[in-house]
C-alpha cells in the first residue's frame, strides 16, 4: 500500500508540472515510467546541451595562418579566381577580385549578388562560410596548417604529382610495379627536394605511389575493400561495378578550352563512357567515382558493409556487445552509427568552407597549369619553383597534349572552389573517424580482394592482413586522393582536409558523450596520426 500511495503521489506531481509548464497539454491519466520526472527531465536536458556548448566555448581560440601569397602577387595568381572574369593570360580582372573580397570580408548578401562573372557559372556557396551549427564545433573554430605557398618547392612536388597523375591514369593499379610511366613516376618524384608523400627507405616506389600517409594506406591492395565488398543496401545488394570513362578520355589541354573554363564557360566536350561497368581498377574510374558520388556515399557503404559483419566487428566498449537481455539499435546500433556518418558530412563540409573561402582562397591545380604553359612558352615570368621544370613529366605532357597544361579528367575541371582544404577529404575525415569509434578497428576483413586489371572481375589477396582500421583510412585516402588523381586536388588539400574532419568527428562525439543512459566507457579510436585516443 505504501508502494501505490507514493506511485500515486509521484504521478500527480509529475501531472501538476504539467499543468505548469504547458497548459495545452493533454492532461489524461499519467502513464509515464522513468527515474526523472518531466520537470527533472527538461532541466537535465538543458544542463546537457548547455555543458557541450561550454565545453566549445572554453577551447582555445585558434589562429588562421595562410600563405601569404594573396597579398605577394598584384595579380593574385597564386589564389582561386575562377568564375571571374580575367585576361588572356588567365589573370583575373582586379575589379572583380576586389569585390569578391569584399563580398567576403563583408558577409553582405547583396554584394554576393553583385560579384562579377566571366561566363555562365556560379561560385559555389562562398556564404556557407558563415553558417553555424547546433552540434560540434564551429567552423571558425577550428585550423589548419598553411599550405604551400606558389613559389615553393612543396607546391612543385605536388604540380609534379598531378601531371604524372594525369599521364598514368590508365594505368591498373595492379599494374604499378611493372608499368614504365609508374616506373618513371616514382622515380621523377623521388627527386624533388619537398615531396611529402609515403616513402620507403627514402624514395617514392610503385607501391608508395599515389599513397597516402595514413596507417595502413601503403598496406596491401591500392583501393580499399570498402570498394570491392558487395554493399547490403536494404532489400538489395549493390555489385561495386561502376561507369568507367574510356581510355584517354581528358580535357582542358588546348589553351583556348581552359581560359574559357576559367571564366566560367561550359564545356564544349563530355566524357565517353565505357560500355561495360567495371570496379575500380585504375586512377581513371576512382577519379569518375569521386566526380558524381553524394557527398557521405562512400562512407555510408563502408558502414553498410561493416554492419553486415555482425556484432564481431563492433567497437569491444560497445554496452550491449555483453548484455544479456538487450541489443543496440537507435544508441550504439545502426541507427546512431548511420546517423553519425551523416551528421558528420555537413558540419565537415561547413569547416572546409569557412577555410576555403574565408581564410585560404588557394588556387587549383588546373590555374596553376595555365601558369606553367604561359612561363614555357614565353609569355610570363611567374617565380614557379625551377625543380618543378626539371620533372620528366613536362615534356611527356606536352609531347602528348601540345601543350603544358594539366590534362584534366572533367570536362567543366575543378568545382567552383577553392582548392585548399579539399571538401572530400574533410568529409572522408569525419566519417572515417566516426565508423573507428563505432568498430573494431583491429578487426580482419574477410576474404579480401583486388580488382583485375580490365576491372572486370576481383581477384582473390592473400598478402597481409587487412583490418577495419586500416583499409577504413585506405579508404579515406582513396576518396581524397582521388580528386588529385582526377586533377582538381593538390596533395595537400587532401592531408590536410582528412585532419580538419577528424577533428570535427571528435568533437561531435565529445558533444554526445553525456547524452547516453548504458553504462559506457567511452569511444576508443585511432587518429590518422597514429595515436589512440578515448572520448
Known sequence: MIQESDQKETCKKKMNERQVTNTNSNLGKCCETGPLTPLQRREEAFEIRENAAQFQKDLPLPNHPCNGDENLYANKIGNFSKTLPHNGLGEVDINAYNIFIKALTTGNPDIFEAIPLGGVMKLANPQASYAYDLIGPDSHHLTTMIPPTFSSAWRASEMAEDYWSALTRDVPFINYNTNYLTIAAASDLSKFSDFRGPKEDGVVTTQTLFRGNLPGDLIGPYISQFFYKDVPFGNKTIVQRYDSPMAGDD?????????????????????????????????????????????????????????????????????????????????????????????????????????????????????????????????TRYPINPELFNSKALPKVFSKYGTYLLPMAYPEGCPTHPAYPAGHATIAGAGATMLKAFFNESFIIPDPVVASADGLSLLPYSGAALTIGGELNKLASNI??????????????????????????????????????????????????GTTIII
Not at 499 to 511: P, R
Open 251 to 379: 580535357f582542358m589541354v588546348s589553351y583556348d578550352e581552359w581560359l574559357n573554363i576559367q571564366n566560367g564557360g561550359l564545356p564544349n566536350n563530355s566524357i565517353t563512357f565505357d560500355c561495360l561497368p567495371r570496379y575500380i581498377r585504375n586512377g581513371r574510374d576512382l577519379g569518375q567515382w569521386v566526380h558524381v558520388d553524394f557527398t557521405y556515399q562512400g562512407m555510408l557503404t563502408a558502414c553498410l558493409i561493416l554492419l553486415s559483419f555482425g556484432d564481431k566487428a563492433l567497437d569491444p566498449r560497445n554496452p550491449y556487445l555483453n548484455s544479456r537481455t538487450q541489443v543496440g539499435f537507435i544508441t550504439f546500433g545502426a541507427a546512431q552509427i548511420l546517423d553519425f556518418v551523416a551528421k558528420a558530412a555537413r558540419i565537415a563540409l561547413e569547416a572546409a568552407w569557412y577555410q576555403k573561402f574565408l581564410v585560404q582562397r588557394v588556387l587549383r591545380p588546373e590555374a596553376f597549369g595555365g601558369c606553367v604553359e604561359n612561363n614555357l612558352t614565353g609569355a
Open 480 to 529: 581524397s586522393i582521388g580528386r588529385d588523381l582526377a586533377g582538381v586536388h593538390w596533395r595537400s588539400d587532401s592531408s590536410e582536409g582528412l585532419k580538419l574532419g577528424e577533428s570535427v568527428a571528435i568533437q561531435i562525439l565529445q558533444d554526445y558523450k553525456n547524452t547516453y543512459n548504458e553504462h559506457f566507457s567511452g569511444f576508443t579510436l585511432t587518429k590518422f596520426d
